[in-house]
């Protein structure tokens, strides 16, 4: 199998997003749990986005982790490798994405890499170096307070400065305007000057084929699923596609079984979606103190869970509102509450799974990359899309079978997102 677009990502719904992204623009695409085993048959595809977590380790882990991946990639066929971050650039003054932008530049033999979080389709732009989420500046929206990487900035050249070791540089909407030559004359004079990350604004969807038409030139870019949609037009219009292979028809074939749903994200979407789903089906919401406080909470979930799923779909959260969120981090830490909510949504996912659930729905980008590692699960299909980012996947090489999945970043979908997910998994 020889792959024609590579991609890197830093958690498991932003690489669902990407693939549903590439999908869409024309691409065969299938996304990978971490790097496939060799014994692991994967479709006849275009694009593979293999998904890792890397977003909120150390620096070092994410580099070593995203430089094996970048390595597979490469002798699969990949002339180019998109690193795929988060739309809101979540990362701390430590990392992760100037120091792996950086070694995945370094891997390829030098030069500049285009970097852009914009993706208008979902209100997020960048001018001047300034990410704006609908029309706010980052550091002024709902979105500024991320659990883990709350972002206090919407200078995205300062903040990447902050965590590279090299310059980085700026690739304004006036050259963009102007067409891939000149932004291609700005990278050339900024690689010139040593410059490593370079951001590059976006306001439209042209603009990102304009990046897209760039970058897919270069060996390496990082971006959000708007730089995908610029990568995957470029190399539709390049004529390398061919047609045939895998399909969304072949990835939402029924599968028979339960349905459940699993909620860990505390945004102000999925606390709306658990409110409007708790009008057509039961839903358990955790005590978050009580999964801290030992196995008790998970066991009589599971018990609950047990009683109902036979007579349809049920829903589990442990989401909580912000200022519940604010409690237990400051007295058990960010890092051990995240991490026992995590695990404590993941097995109560795996033992869904197995009274019999077959069409599982995950809210929150931690939860469902803990629910995934746990079922153990290596491959996916890309089926069609519910919500703008979130599409159905089909499970590939699965030891429980064939299963229908969704992952969910907390904030994505509407307001009957969980309804939709499951109408469309029959």
Known sequence: MAILLGSIADDYTGA?????????????TVQTVGIPDPSL?????????????????????????????????????????????????????????????EALSEAAGGGSVLVTPAFPETG???????????????????????????MHDANLVRVLARQSRNAVGLVDLTAIAAGAGAVKARLDALRAAGVTAVIADAIFERDLETLGEVALKTPVSTGASGLGLGLARALVRSGLISSGGATTADAIRPVGGLSAIVAGSCSKATLHQLDVAERSMPVLRLDPERLLAGPDEIAAAISWAGDRISAGPVVIAASAVPETVSRLQSLHGREASGHAIETATSIIAAELVEKGVRRLVVAGGETSGAAVDRLAIPAFLIGPEIAPGVPVLRTVGNAQGDMLLALKSGNFGGEDFFTAALAMMH
Do not use: M
């Open 16 to 28: 669902s997003d990407l693939a549903n992204t590439l999908t869409k623009n024309g691409l065969r």
């Open 41 to 101: 048959a994967l479709p006849d595809v275009d694009a593979v986005v293999v998904s890792l977590k890397i977003r909120s380790v150390p620096a070092s882990d994410a580099v070593a982790a995203a430089a094996s991946a970048e390595r597979w990639l490469r002798q699969r066929g990949a002339g180019h490798v998109l690193y795929k971050i988060c739309s809101t650039f979540d990362s701390t003054d430590a990392g992760n994405i100037g120091p792996v932008t």
């Open 124 to 150: 997020r732009t960048v001018y001047l170096g300034h990410l704006f989420v609908g029309g706010q500046p980052l550091n002024e929206s709902p979105l500024k307070d991320h659990p883990l990487n709350p």
